[in-house]
């Protein structure tokens, strides 16, 4: 996998770049064009490695730093076994990395390991961490960042944030999460509409619970008046039956807006049938 001496270099060629090795960030302008110069004065001391699918996996800066130069880059195959390994091992060996950004590096080629349909190797999380020369505990409160605070992994690997204050980021957001899951468990089963609701962005999770109160405060309310409605008419009927209510009643005296006739009676002696076949549902439930 070694380019051709006699095939020219253009600037506006591109090379894919390996994911464990994109893990890792370039240097800056001024670095680069540092780098450039001695190429350009010294030539390319070291090839680029690259993977049988011509992936670059040590010499990013270097064959930016060609183009930049317009030097033709030089490359070199890698012969052994395991890709991603040894561009983790390399990179991290050619970088002053604190133990939090190795961390956060060794998590991250894990992550990208796992997606890379092109890996033949599985890499366990002690081994990455052996290789990045890091403490599992440690890899194990990155893959936390990775996953609960995934916005700070770049600011970790890159040195602007440090792993002790992202991990602590990353436990409240998870402590979050799992609270707004047990939320959104406890909403379906009350609720399973607000909840699918929630699930499709229509409503927030806190949006919903107000409803879902406003809900509950409402039925309480239309109990309430239900029941107060029952205890004030039916009652009463109760103790009216066998008497001469409706031989003494006088429409000078009736409710405004509250008639009495033989069609009202009737539906009012419906009414009672259905609420008495309503109440021994009630009772048999």
Not at 222 to 229: C, G, N, P, S
Request: hydrophobic share 40%; aromatic share 4%.
């Amino acid at each position: 996998m070694t380019r051709a001496p006699d095939k020219p270099f253009h600037q506006e060629e591109t090379i894919e770049v390996h994911p464990t090795a994109a893990i890792f960030p370039m240097l800056d302008d001024d670095e680069l064009q540092a780098l450039a110069d001695d190429i350009k004065d010294l030539g390319q001391l070291h090839p680029i490695v690259v993977d049988e699918h011509n992936r670059i996996l040590d010499g990013r800066n270097r064959f930016k730093a060609c183009e930049i130069a317009g030097v033709e880059p030089q490359f070199a195959a890698f012969q052994g076994s395991d890709p991603a390994t040894y561009a983790l091992s390399v990179n991290i060996r050619r970088r002053s990395l604190t133990k939090g950004q190795a961390a956060m590096v060794a998590a991250k080629a894990v992550s990208v390991s796992e997606d890379d349909p092109r890996s033949k190797t599985e890499r366990s999380v002690r081994s990455i961490s052996e290789t990045a020369g890091v403490s599992i505990g440690r890899v194990g409160q990155a893959n936390t960042v990775l996953r609960h605070a995934p916005d700070l992994v770049d600011a970790v690997i890159a040195g602007a944030t440090g792993l002790d204050e992202a991990y602590k980021v990353a436990r409240e957001n998870k402590a979050y999460a799992d609270s707004a899951e047990a939320q959104l468990a406890r909403l379906r089963a009350e609720d399973p509409q607000l909840a699918d609701r929630v699930v499709e962005g229509e409503l927030t999770l806190p949006g919903a619970w107000a409803e879902r109160k406003e809900r509950a405060e409402e039925e309480v309310r239309q109990r309430k008046v239900a029941t107060q409605f029952l205890c004030e008419v039916v009652p009463p009927l109760a103790q009216a039956r066998g008497t001469d209510t409706v031989r003494l009643y006088d429409p000078q005296f009736m409710l405004t807006g509250r008639p009495i006739t033989a069609e009202v009676i009737d539906q009012a002696i419906e009414a009672l049938a259905e609420m008495a076949q309503a109440w021994r549902e009630r009772e048999e439930a």
